[in-house]
């Protein structure tokens, strides 16, 4: 099942963001002034400028707040597919007040029974954009933080669909489309490989039908241990994000930095620390549950 965010241009030139399971039956629901207290009652004619499917809901939504914190003129160059003026906005932060007021969030003072505008035809309403939500270069952290949101929802599939130890992994290619994801499947596949990052890379490769996953950065909520830095290595991913550190079987600079070692013909870019927080919490309920089952009333 997927999940949509969306952006919709309103006819006062304002921007309302937004998120479904069904992105054709929203769109006509706000067309059609379907969606009670909805900012979009009184705007229309709308116009579908920007979507972007997940695979989770806590993806889609983690991806809706930050876009809804973005500046009115930082939304705009996205819906124009504009990056280089999205980069520049970037390093240029917008204070919050700013931000505010300009975000198209849902109003209540919406005039009840205002007419109805009608929607031009032959103007294209829809205009999906799959798997490319930012150019990789428009704004780097936010690029790296909205993977890692990515990830980080595979996490909890492995902990709740699995009962694994929460980690997720995502690649993502050079234009910023998803190639593969995984997450921790080791007890139910009964693989002591079938960590996440080896889990997205078989996807990868399957997908790419190649073994080299070129110019491609995996991101994983987790530090990599050292198997999977050298798979890493062997499949010539260019670079790794990673959210917690592991001080104990880490090989990306905790224990092992395999990934930079010189002695490899492929060196592996990696920045960590992306999300760790709530990446290191993951882990730290799941310990701590585990835990708690194996010591009751302890
Ligand atoms: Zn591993």
Known sequence: ??????????????????????????????????????YTHAKRPLKLVFSQDFSSRDAALESERQIKRWSRAKKQALADHD??????????????????GSTGSPRTDLLKGSPRM??????????PVRGEPVEPQADAEDVDEHWMRHALALADRAERDDDEIPVGAVIVDAQGA??????????????????AEIVAMRVAGANRRNHRLLGCTLYVTLEPCAMCAMAMVHARIARV???????KT?????VFDL??????????EVSGGVLAGEAGARLKAYF?????KRKPGA
């Open 241 to 247: 994000v990673y959210a917690a550190a592991d001080p």
């Open 259 to 268: 990934l930079a070692d010189p002695r490899h013909n492929h060196r592996v």
């Open 118 to 127: 009608e929607l031009k035809h032959g103007e294209p309403q829809m205009a």
């Open 178 to 195: 998803i190639v593969g994801e995984g997450w921790n499947r080791n007890i139910s596949e009964h693989d002591p490989s079938a960590h």
């Open 250 to 254: 880490g090989a990306a600079g905790s």
């Open 288 to 292: 701590r549950r585990k835990r708690g």
């Open 1 to 38: 099942m997927a999940f949509y965010v969306y952006i919709l241009r309103c006819a006062d030139g304002s921007y309302y963001t937004g998120h479904t399971d069904d992105l054709e039956r929203r769109i006509a629901q706000h067309e059609a002034g379907e969606i009670p207290g909805c």
């Open 83 to 100: 990056w280089g003026r999205l980069r520049g906005l970037a390093r240029n932060r917008q204070p919050l007040t700013e931000v505010r």
